[in-house]
C-alpha cells in the first residue's frame, strides 16, 4: 500500500506531524553529531525520518507496527544504507542500538513506553540514553516537567526528575498535525542520569513506597499518609531533616526530599534496636 491510499488509523494513535517549524524544532533539540545512532518511534510515513537522515547521524533506527506503513517506509528509504527499519510492537522488540531517541509517539502507549526508555526508580535502564526528544500529549509533557508547588506536580513528575533531567522544547497546537488530535501537545526534552547517579536499589524501593502511599491520597497531608511507618515524633524529626513538614501535602514536596527522607527511613528500619542495658 502507498502512503497516499494509507487512512491514518486510531488504534495506533496516527497523526502526522505537518508543521516544518515544529520538524526543525525537534532535530535542533537532539542535537545530532556524526557518532550518534537514532532510534525513532513510529516513523508514520517518515517526516520526521527525512529529517532525520538529513542529518549527519550515523543511523536512523526506526520501530513501526503498522505493516502498511513498513512497506511504504521501505519504498521511501529502502535505498538509504543509514535508515534500519524494525517492523513491530516498541514495546516488545528487541530495540536496536542507538544512544538517542527521537519520536512523536503514539500517546496510548506513553506509559509503558517512558518505562522501557526511561525505567523506572527500582529498575532503571541498564544504559541509559543521552537524550531523548518526544513528542508528548501536553499533560503528560507538564507533569513530567513540572516544579513542586504545581498543580500538575505528581508522582511522576518525582520518578522522571529522578531518573533525567526534564525540560520542554515547544508546544505543539493540534494545528501542526493532520488529522489533528482532540489534545495539545508538547515536545519534551530528557537527559537521563548516568547510571552511577541513579539511585540505589533499596532507596528507590522505598522513594517508590513512599509516593505509592502519599500519592494516593494527593489531598491529605503526610502525617496522615504516612502515620504507621513511625511513632509521629520519630517520623516528624526525620520529616523535619529532610526538609518536609508533615503538614504538607506530596505535590510540594521536592524530589530530593523524597530522597532524604527514605535514606533516613531505611536507616531507621534497618538499625537493630538497642540492646537493654542491665544494671
Ligand atoms: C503520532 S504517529 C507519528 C508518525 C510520524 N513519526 C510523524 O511524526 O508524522 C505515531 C506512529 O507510531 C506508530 N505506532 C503506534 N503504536 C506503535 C507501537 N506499539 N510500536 C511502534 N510503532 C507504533 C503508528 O503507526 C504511527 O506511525
Not at 506513553?110 to 526511561?118: I, K, M
Not at 529498575?123 to 499533560?139: G, S
Amino acid at each position: 500500500m502507498t502512503f497516499t491510499a494509507h487512512r491514518a488509523r486510531k488504534r495506533f494513535g496516527q497523526h502526522w506531524l505537518i508543521d516544518q517549524g515544529v520538524l526543525s524544532r525537534i532535530v535542533a533539540a537532539a542535537e545530532l553529531e556524526a557518532s550518534d545512532r537514532v532510534l525513532e518511534v513510529g516513523p508514520g510515513r517518515g517526516a520526521l525520518s527525512e529529517r532525520l537522515l538529513a542529518t549527519s547521524a550515523a543511523a536512523v533506527a526506526a520501530v513501526e507496527l503498522d505493516r502498511d506503513l513498513v512497506l511504504g517506509l521501505q519504498e521511501r528509504f529502502g535505498d538509504q544504507p543509514r535508515f534500519q527499519l524494525t517492523s513491530g510492537d516498541v514495546l516488545t522488540v528487541e530495540l536496536p542500538a542507538a544512544n538517542k531517541v527521537v519520536a512523536n509517539i503514539p500517546y496510548n502507549i506513553t506509559g509503558p513506553l517512558l518505562e522501557r526508555l526511561v525505567g523506572r526508580l527500582d529498575r532503571p535502564v541498564a544504559h541509559p540514553y543521552d537524550r531523548l526528544v518526544l513528542l508528548v500529549q501536553r499533560e503528560v509533557g507538564e507533569r513530567i516537567r513540572s516544579e513542586p508547588g504545581a498543580s500538575a506536580f505528581s508522582a511522576l513528575s518525582v520518578r522522571m526528575q529522578l531518573l533525567a533531567s526534564c525540560r520542554s522544547v515547544c508546544a505543539v497546537p493540534p494545528r501542526c498535525f493532520q488529522p489533528p488530535p482532540q489534545v495539545h501537545s508538547e515536545v519534551i526534552l530528557l537527559e537521563p542520569l548516568p547510571v552511577e547517579q541513579q539511585l540505589a536499589p533499596q532507596l528507590a524501593r522505598t522513594v517508590e513506597m513512599l509516593l505509592k502511599r502519599c500519592f494516593a491520597a494527593r489531598r491529605k497531608m503526610v502525617r496522615n499518609t504516612l502515620s504507621g511507618l513511625l511513632p509521629e515524633a520519630e517520623l516528624a524529626g526525620l520529616a523535619e531533616a529532610a526538609g518536609i513538614g508533615l503538614q504538607q501535602r506530596p505535590q510540594e514536596i521536592a524530589p530530593a526530599a523524597w530522597v532524604a527522607l527514605a535514606g533516613s527511613l531505611n536507616q531507621v528500619i534497618a538499625a537493630p534496636a538497642a540492646a537493654p542495658t542491665h544494671g
